[in-house]
């Protein structure tokens, strides 16, 4: 594989690289269970709502540290008239 052209998967129709989809799972994740264990063990709805609070993290902290890769080109339509 070729420094800097590594190759992309077609996930949920969108295109993502192996490592960034790797990195942004492990942040995910880890926050999600990380905020968990946190909260009190004897509360599941504590529980339930570090473990949702950690997810919102992981997802925030995703799309700070991993770059979209899309190109997007616009062009104008004509219309023939």
Known sequence: MK???QEKFE???DVVELRDLIISIL???GSTMGAYFLAPSDDK???L???LAGAVIGFIL???FIKPKRIVTIE???ENS
Do not use: P
């Open 3 to 5: 420094k800097g052209k």
């Open 11 to 13: 996930i949920w129709g």
């Open 27 to 29: 942040l995910s994740s």
């Open 45 to 47: 709805t504590k529980q």
């Open 49 to 51: 709502f570090f473990g």
């Open 62 to 64: 995703s799309t700070l």
């Open 76 to 78: 104008d339509e004509q």
